[in-house]
């Protein structure tokens, strides 16, 4: 629109962006007086102030606004990470998470359980226990719809002393009934551990140790963790035994 005679529209050659784009008035022109006359009349001065507020909106943000609230976002997810790592609401979430299922999104926010392999290698036969735990407070959790996976198999390890090549055919079972019970994605953290008990303990070191060597390379063909593989001493033996009783009869806590 032409302006008033009388009057001359000067525009600033530069004003900040930010109190611009605050204020509305981007673009906003300094209007003068040259001579005689009234002011502007009120209704061009309406319009002119919708058009600048219209440009304003439209402009994009400037980058010292838009670098203030990424530093505003990062902040809050950041205060939201802390609270539910510590506040009274973790634990419902975490309950929350682990009823979703094993799928990619619940393992990442919250592992649900954990696994156990056991092998007992007894003077009468060799046992293989599985155990699920749960991952908040460790207590047993049932493994297909059982306390345990319990398999087993005869005669005992020290029946291999003099033909070791007998020794695949009494673990491998009991090995791959445990690799059918732990999903694959927890195997490589899932602890497999072998005692030998009176049965090797009775045997001389020189036939020992070969079986021993034996057992852990038929581990190897296992994505199991292999934790130890070792004859278990006659107290640790006792030791494991009055636990387990004192368990059963509900003495321990």
Not at 26 to 34: D, E, M, P, T, V
Not at 88 to 115: F, N, Q, V
Not at 216 to 240: I, N
Request: aromatic residues 6%; charged residues 20%; contains cysteine.
């Amino acid at each position: 629109k032409a302006v008033e005679p009388g009057y001359a529209r000067i525009r600033p050659r530069w004003s900040p962006p930010c109190s611009a784009a605050m204020s509305g008035r981007r673009g906003a022109g300094l209007y003068l007086r040259s001579g005689g006359g009234e002011t502007p009349p009120q209704e061009e001065q309406e319009e002119r102030d919708e058009r600048d507020e219209r440009r304003a909106a439209a402009a994009p943000w400037p980058r010292a606004c838009r670098a203030s609230w990424t530093v505003t976002a990062l902040c809050c997810a950041a205060s939201a990470t802390v609270c539910l790592q510590f506040s009274p609401w973790a634990p419902p979430i975490r309950s929350l998470a682990s009823l979703l299922g094993d799928g990619e999104g619940a393992s990442a926010l919250y592992e649900s359980s954990g696994y156990s392999v056991v092998v007992d290698a007894g003077s009468t036969g060799s046992r293989v226990h599985v155990f699920r735990f749960d991952g908040r407070t460790g207590g047993l959790l049932s493994l297909g719809g059982e306390p345990e996976l319990f398999r087993s198999t005869k005669p005992g390890l020290s029946a291999c002393a003099t033909n070791r090549s007998r020794l695949r055919s009494l673990l491998a079972p009991l090995l791959d009934a445990a690799a059918h019970a732990v999903p694959e994605s927890h195997q490589p953290s899932t602890p497999v551990t072998v005692r030998a008990t009176a049965g090797l303990r009775l045997l001389p070191s020189e036939q020992t140790e070969p079986l021993l060597e034996d057992v852990r390379d038929l581990l190897g063909e296992y994505r199991f963790r292999v934790a130890s593989v070792e004859v278990m001493s006659g107290s640790d033996e006792g030791a494991f035994q009055w636990l387990a009783g004192n368990t059963l009869l509900g003495a321990t806590s």
